[in-house]
């Protein structure tokens, strides 16, 4: 199994991009799913989660901007990011706890490899 992030790119402030996670494989169930984020110099942060019954969180500085979603049958979870800011640049990466055909019952995490968002001022 394996979860591929992407979506990322360079948008100016006040712009929109859709980041995607999808996962790969021989795939049972997607559970809880993370987006996270690191801008340069600073610690790993938690921005959005998004259980497998569609319960969602978000941190406090990207709510009402940020709407984190899942398509099960597309393996994939999004992140749809609007009214972007300079300091949501960041890597965004996915975590994912992951069912597996061959290990249904036990669960499973996985990390994506990161996307790059810059938004510029």
């Known amino acids: 199994v394996q979860l591929q992030a992407s979506g990322g790119g360079l948008v100016q402030a006040g712009g929109s991009l859709r980041l995607s996670c999808a996962a790969s494989?021989?795939?049972?169930?997607?559970?809880?799913v993370v987006w996270y984020r690191q801008a340069p110099g600073k610690q790993r942060e938690l921005v959005a989660t998004i259980t497998d019954d569609g319960r969602t969180v978000y941190v406090d500085s990207v709510k009402g901007r940020f709407t984190i979603s899942r398509d099960d049958a597309k393996n994939t979870v999004y992140l749809q990011m609007n009214s972007l800011k300079p300091e949501d640049t960041a890597v965004y990466y996915c975590n994912a706890d992951i069912r597996t055909r061959s290990q249904p019952l036990r669960l499973l995490n996985f990390w994506g490899q990161g996307t790059l968002v810059t938004v510029s001022s």
């Open positions: 494989g021989s795939i049972f169930t997607i559970n809880f």
